[in-house]
């Protein structure tokens, strides 16, 4: 996503009381974040689930060559297995959740980034565990946080990029002028000539080089572009127009099917200019 704001950056969390231990495999850190700061990039020898109680935070990964940019609501978290390079930008003032799990608790064969739903007993688990002090009580409710965890639902949210060096060319283009403009075309067809390809060229580099179709990526570029919007109380006919979606109704059905919920779910109405 283009954003025009001036990034603020701020210190990755690196005091010695961080990092899990064998005492203590599960720990959750807090910290309250204004609209525009930025996390520069960085990884760590553990794994991370990440979310944000209030506001909405962009979360960019590069894994396996490929660069994933995630939009997350206080709804949704990010897992991000360790090793992998990531950084913070909040789109909204956020009070930020970041739990740091020992290689021994990860959940077995998560060696992927993915999008989990926050359930309600996960939101109050991570914020136990803020307060929690070693003995009987901590060991369960960092047992019970990584069940919940591993039990969470997993949700396709996340809009890859080719990678800034390797990556091809021509789809980098295509895929930032999307981004810029999601409403502006609907059908891949309608794209190509603006990078010099054919169809089927484009449709095999999404393919090679992202895993999925130009219609699957475009709907999380989609998501991506109307959820900040939502957030900032836009109504949800602006979006659905911004989001090239004739109907209300249209953009809400698809919406409600990737999300599991509607968008007034996301929407910040006290700042709602309807």
Same mark, same amino acid.
């Given at each position: 996503m283009k954003r025009k704001a001036t990034l603020t950056p701020v210190p990755f969390d690196d005091s010695a009381t961080r990092?899990?231990?064998? &005492?203590r495999p599960v720990r959750s850190r807090a910290r309250s974040l204004a609209m525009d700061a930025h996390i520069e990039p960085h990884q760590h020898p553990w794994a991370q689930f990440t979310y944000c109680a209030s506001g909405l935070m962009q979360v960019t990964v590069i894994q396996n060559g490929v660069q994933t940019t995630y939009i997350v609501p206080p709804t949704r978290a990010v897992w991000i297995p360790p090793q &992998?390079?990531?950084?913070?930008?909040?789109l909204?003032?956020?009070e930020l959740r970041t739990v740091d799990l020992a290689p021994g608790v990860t959940p077995e064969g998560w060696i992927d980034c993915r999008v989990l739903v926050v359930s309600k007993l996960l939101r109050e688990l991570v914020h136990a565990l803020?307060?929690?002090v070693p003995g009987p009580r901590d060991d369960a409710i960092m047992a019970l946080t990584v069940n919940e965890m591993a039990s969470a639902t997993i949700q396709a949210l996340g809009v890859p990029m080719p990678h800034p060096e390797h990556g091809d060319k021509r789809l980098r283009a295509l895929c930032e002028a999307v981004l810029r403009d999601p409403a502006e075309k609907s059908q891949l067809r309608d794209w190509v000539a603006r990078v010099g390809a054919s169809e089927r060229t484009v449709a095999r580099l999404f393919r090679d080089e992202l895993g999925t179709s130009y219609q699957q990526w475009r709907l999380q570029a989609v998501l991506a572009h109307a959820l900040p919007q939502?957030?900032?109380g836009v109504p949800i006919s602006?979006?659905?127009a911004a989001s090239g979606?004739?109907?209300d109704s249209a953009f809400s059905a698809m919406f409600k099917q990737a999300m599991g919920q509607a968008p007034s779910h996301f929407q910040n109405k006290s700042l709602s200019k309807a």
């Open positions: 990092p899990p231990t064998p &005492v &992998v390079q990531h950084h913070v930008v909040v909204e003032a956020a803020e307060d929690s939502l957030a900032r602006q979006v659905a979606y004739a109907s």
